[in-house]
C-alpha cells in the first residue's frame, strides 16, 4: 500500500463493498453489518480495510470522516460560487455605473448621509459618530493594512506557514494591483469635494478601502479557522472579519469618500479574490502533500494532534 498523507482532504471517492454474506437473502440485517468482514474501502486504487469485527463506534468514527470530507467538497463548491458571483456583481454594478438608474441610486444615498443644507460637508448623525467613523476606516487604508500584514507575515512564518505566508503577500498585492488597475480603466469621479469629510486621492470605482480590506480580513479569518478546532471559534472568527469588512466600507460611505456603488464593487471583487485565493491554497495544499513537496504549511499542534475519528 501508497504511503498514505493527510487524511484531511485524501478521500475523493470511495467504494463500498458488502461481503460476507453467506446464506444470508436480501439485504443483512442491522446487527450482522456490525459482526464481521463486512465492508472494505477502495480510494485512490488502494484497499482500505475497515475494522473486523466492526463496532457501533467503528461506523460512526466513518460516517464522521465521510461527513468531513463531504463538507470540505462543500466549502470549496461555495468559494466558487462566491468567486462567480462576485465577478457577476461587479460586472453588473460597472454597467449600471454609465447608466441613470445607478447614478439616481449613488445621489439618493449621498442625500441620506448629507442631509443638512447650511453645510454639505457635515455628516447624519452626532459629531462622535463622524470621528469614530473616520477611525475606522483607516483600517482599510494601505498604511494600517500593510503593518498589519507585516505582523501576520511574521507569525505566519515564525509558525513554519510558509505557504500561508506566501499567499497572503500575493492577495494583499494582488489587491492592490486590482483596486489601482480597475480605478485606471473606469476613471470615475468622486463625489463633489464639499461633500467629503476626509481627503481622498485617485479614482473612485471601486473603493480601493473596501476591495482590499475585504481581502485581508477575510483572508486571515480563513487562515485562523484553521486553528480552532470548534465551529462556533471558525463562525466567530469569519464574522470578525466579514463586519471589519463591512465597517470599513460603510465608514467610507458615510464619510462621502465614495459613492455607493463604488463600495459595493470593492465588496464584491475583494469576497471574489480572497475565495480565489483560498481555492488555490487548497488546490496546492492538496497537491503538495501528495507530492511531499517542500512550499507547504508545517501542522500546528492543534492539527497535528491525532483525530480518533479517522480511519
Do not use: C
Amino acid at each position: 500500500m501508497a504511503p498514505r498523507g493527510d487524511k484531511s482532504d485524501s478521500v475523493d471517492i470511495a467504494v463500498i463493498r458488502v461481503g460476507g454474506l453467506a446464506g444470508i437473502k436480501g439485504f443483512p440485517a442491522a446487527p450482522q453489518l456490525l459482526t464481521g468482514p463486512i465492508f472494505s474501502l477502495e480510494e485512490h486504487g488502494e484497499s482500505l480495510a475497515v475494522g473486523s469485527p466492526m463496532t457501533l463506534s467503528d461506523v460512526r468514527a466513518f460516517l464522521i470522516r465521510v461527513l468531513t470530507v463531504a463538507r470540505t467538497e462543500i466549502a470549496a463548491l461555495l468559494a466558487l460560487l462566491v468567486v462567480a458571483g462576485g465577478v457577476l456583481t461587479f460586472a453588473g454594478l460597472a454597467d449600471e455605473m454609465t447608466e441613470g438608474e445607478g447614478q439616481a441610486f449613488d445621489l439618493h444615498v449621498l442625500a441620506l448621509m448629507r442631509p443638512y443644507a447650511d453645510d454639505p460637508g457635515r455628516p447624519w448623525g452626532p459629531w462622535w459618530l463622524k470621528e469614530a467613523a473616520a477611525d475606522i476606516t483607516s483600517l482599510g487604508g494601505i498604511s494600517v493594512l500593510g503593518l498589519f500584514a507585516l505582523i501576520v507575515i511574521v507569525f505566519l512564518l515564525s509558525q513554519r506557514k510558509w505557504l500561508s505566508s506566501l499567499l497572503l503577500v500575493v492577495g494583499l498585492a494582488g489587491g492592490v494591483a486590482l483596486s489601482e488597475g480597475l480605478k485606471a480603466v473606469f476613471e470615475r469621479a468622486r463625489p463633489p469635494a464639499a461633500m467629503q469629510a476626509v481627503e481622498t486621492i485617485n479614482a473612485s470605482f471601486p473603493s480601493g478601502h473596501a476591495l482590499l480590506s475585504t481581502v485581508f480580513y477575510l483572508s486571515v479569518a480563513v487562515m485562523l479557522t484553521r486553528a480552532f478546532p470548534r465551529e462556533r471559534f471558525k463562525v466567530f472568527v469569519l464574522g470578525v472579519g466579514i463586519l471589519l469588512a463591512l465597517l470599513v466600507g460603510l465608514t467610507r460611505i458615510y464619510l462621502g469618500a465614495h459613492w455607493a456603488t463604488d463600495v459595493f464593487a470593492g465588496w464584491a471583487v475583494g469576497a471574489a479574490w480572497a475565495m480565489a485565493l483560498w481555492l488555490i491554497a487548497y488546490g496546492v495544499a492538496r497537491w503538495q502533500k501528495r507530492h511531499r513537496a517542500a512550499l507547504q504549511d508545517e501542522a500546528s499542534p492543534i492539527e497535528a494532534a491525532p483525530d480518533p475519528t479517522k480511519v
